[in-house]
């Protein structure tokens, strides 16, 4: 199955999901609708009762995560069946609808779905400020789509250590995965970039003391080290400008076999 095209498809129904999600807001009470003590099960409840799915929600402080199953979103002939597809979208609606009439103050979305049949993993992450900017008008449907972590990978790709947060992220997390996962779209969209690239995945690892520290999933020679350098530093002159509250000091990337390499922030950046 084409990861890529389930790419595309994932992105045009999120677009609607955020249309739908406009109501919630226009038309919600005063008072809030799930309060937070119960906002898990709301979740839960919302998305078994509206769209027959079973999943697993948790308030971490600010942050909402979701995990649910869809064992029949892919087929043995590469599509992408339109009810599935309602569902996954349906449940990123609830998901959305619940954070935005809740007193929670929930600041991000987090949401995996897994479809184990064709052993693929979906991962969804977006920022609350950045729904209402767009239902507001304050971004345009481009930006937002840009805004939004949209991962999708078979399960011997997709990063392990994403599936365990569970804490509450911080803004700064959020953004360097949003740079990473635009880094991966543009490899898996590129076809030569792709190729030049050996199809490897960059990961998000830690940040620390102001620093960002990367990973890919293979060894690597130091000038695809440099095209890699060169992919995410133009990525990030994308990101970090959308937010304009962290820059990192620098941006380390590692291999799979332990080598190191660096960019000095000063050395190579434009966007502060």
Do not use: E, Q
């Given at each position: 199955m084409s990861v890529c095209r389930t790419n595309v498809f994932a992105v045009r129904l999120l677009f609607s999901l955020v249309l739908l999600a406009a109501g919630c807001l226009l038309f919600s009470a005063c008072g809030p609708t799930y309060p937070k003590d119960k906002l898990a099960e709301s979740v839960e409840k919302l998305i078994l009762k509206e769209h027959n799915i079973e999943g697993k929600a948790r308030l971490a402080g600010k942050t909402l995560y979701l995990t649910i199953e869809l064992p029949e979103l892919a087929t043995k002939e590469s599509e992408v069946p339109k009810e599935a597809l309602k569902k996954l979208q349906g449940a990123v609606l609830s998901a959305v609808r619940v954070s935005l009439s809740s007193d929670a103050k929930i600041q991000y979305i987090l949401v995996y779905a897994a479809i184990p049949e064709w052993k693929l993993r979906i991962r969804i992450i977006e920022m609350v400020d950045d729904i209402k900017g767009f239902l507001y008008q304050k971004i345009s449907k481009g930006d937002y789509e840009e805004r939004m972590i949209l991962d999708i990978a078979t399960e011997e790709e997709f990063d392990t250590n994403t599936l365990e947060l569970q804490h509450d992220l911080t803004r700064e997390e959020f953004i360097a995965m949003l740079m990473v996962s635009q880094v991966n779209k543009l490899t898996r969209m590129n076809p030569f970039v792709g190729a030049v690239l050996k199809n490897v995945q960059l990961r998000f690892d830690t940040i620390q003391d102001g620093k960002l520290y990367l990973r890919v999933t293979d060894e690597i020679t130091r000038n695809v080290a440099l095209m890699w350098m060169e992919i995410i530093r133009d990525q990030a002159e994308?990101?970090?400008?959308?937010?304009?509250?962290?820059?990192?000091?620098?941006?380390?990337?590692?291999?799979?076999?332990?080598?190191?390499?660096?960019?000095p922030l000063q050395d190579y950046f434009t966007y502060k």
């Open positions: 994308k990101v970090l400008p959308k937010y304009k509250t962290w820059y990192p000091k620098s941006i380390t990337l590692t291999d799979r076999a332990k080598h190191s390499f660096s960019i």
